[in-house]
């Protein structure tokens, strides 16, 4: 099933409003939530935007971040061959996150922790209309079928 571009439009909508009405808030938490002090600890700044993800028992070789759009994917791949060199297997996993808009898409950076999580972060730009900041918005009167405003110029 494939999502029109009229529910793309409605969800990337309402992803910019929770952008800006919670500025902290983090759809793709997948797995844990990173105090301030865990953030310091390995190098992340405390404004940043965080999303955890478990890759426990995969390398970091066997694991892939990839961004499309605003789409984060975490995949890695695990292939076992048995003693005998006659059975494989693999573990495989998928995981997708969708970033916020106002994350710096050309900061994002990851890092594999020691207890199995990957953390993808990246600089977030601060809302330019704070949640109790009101700003009036003008609004155009359009006339009739021909696109003509009150003051007579084209709003074609």
Known sequence: ??????????????????????PNWNPGSASR???????????????????????????????????DGNALTVSGSN????????????????????????????TLKSKMLADGSMVVHAEQEQPKNKLGTITEIPIQIVRGSDGVNKSGSSHK
């Not at 292939?79 to 050309?106: A, C, I, R, Y």
């Open 33 to 67: 939530h990173l105090s301030e002090q865990e953030m310091r600890k390995i190098g992340i700044e405390t404004n940043h935007w965080v999303s955890v993800v478990s890759t426990s028992g995969f390398t970091p070789e066997q694991v892939k971040v990839s961004l």
């Open 79 to 106: 292939d076992w061959k048995s003693e005998d060199g006659s059975k494989v297997s693999t573990k495989t996993f998928s995981q997708v996150v969708l970033v916020p808009h106002n994350v710096k898409m050309d």
């Open 1 to 22: 099933m494939n999502p029109s571009s009229e529910n793309i439009s409605v969800l990337d909508n309402m992803m910019s409003n929770m952008d800006i009405r919670f």
